[in-house]
Antibody, heavy 118, light 110 residues
Framework: QVQLQESGPGLVKPSQTLSLTCTVS??????????WSWIRQPAGKGLEWIGR???????NYNPSLKSRVTISVDTSKNQFSLKLSSVTAADTAVYYC??????????WGQGTLVTVSS | QSALTQPASVSGSPGQSITISCTGT?????????VSWYQQHPGKAPKLMIY???KRPSGVSNRFSGSKSGNTASLTISGLQAEDEADYYC??????????FGTGTKVTVL
């Protein structure tokens, strides 16, 4: 059973960079034809896809966030990471990592709340 | 990319059937058979209920079914149960190799 777990600071100051890591257990991040995504959800609002990475290193990003987002993978640690620069209060949200195929996100982490505040 | 359009809320009595629509464009819902549906209970992570328009993952009740016509996808819940009360989101792959989610629908069991 694949499990994903997000980790990182719960509080980030405005204009700084938000950094989160997703650790995958129960299977190798390199096995199978899977994409690894980040998705966020502001309190009381809907889901927003941030971006994804394939284990080859190829990435796709949400156009609205593309200039500020970097997703990377470390296959030796079975982890992938998110960096979001120049954050504002609008980036306050629960951030989820998820495993995906071309058509869906089948395994999700429990989510981690990141608050942007001074 | 704009969010897919879903009704804000849908309700039904136990045992009834309800349908949630998800409207996009020819660049997302209408262009690919990569529509998925997620159930989210308060404080919990979303759970995959339907993928590739109409396929059910192992373990998901057959009371959940999906379909698509043109630029609109639909999720039907038959035999509505109290545990089905949750938020539901659709998602679609897009022509830009990205994903877009729906606006979300709150399902209430009366």
């Amino acid at each position: 059973q694949v499990q994903l777990q997000e980790s990182g600071p719960g509080l980030v100051k405005p204009s700084q960079t938000l950094s989160l890591t997703c650790t995958v257990s129960g299977g190798s991040i390199s096995s199978g034809s899977y994409y690894w995504s980040w998705i966020r959800q502001p309190a009381g609002k809907g889901l927003e896809w941030i971006g994804r990475i394939y284990t080859s290193g190829s990435t796709n990003y949400n156009p609205s966030l593309k200039s500020r987002v970097t997703i990377s993978v470390d296959t030796s640690k079975n982890q992938f990471s998110l960096k979001l620069s120049s954050v504002t209060a609008a980036d306050t949200a629960v951030y989820y990592c998820a495993r995906g195929t071309q058509g869906a996100f089948d395994y999700w982490g429990q989510g981690t709340l990141v608050t942007v505040s001074s | 990319q704009s969010a897919l359009t879903q009704p804000a809320s849908v309700s039904g009595s136990p045992g009834q059937s309800i349908t949630i629509s998800c409207t996009g464009t020819s660049s997302d819902v209408g262009g690919y058979n990569y529509v998925s549906w997620y159930q989210q209970h308060p404080g919990k992570a979303p759970k995959l209920m339907i993928y590739d328009v109409s396929k059910r993952p192992s373990g998901v009740s057959n009371r959940f079914s999906g379909s698509k016509s043109g630029n609109t996808a639909s999720l039907t819940i038959s035999g509505l149960q109290a545990e089905d009360e949750a938020d539901y989101y659709c998602s679609s792959y897009t022509s830009s190799s990205t994903y877009v989610f729906g606006t979300g629908t709150k399902v209430t069991v009366l």
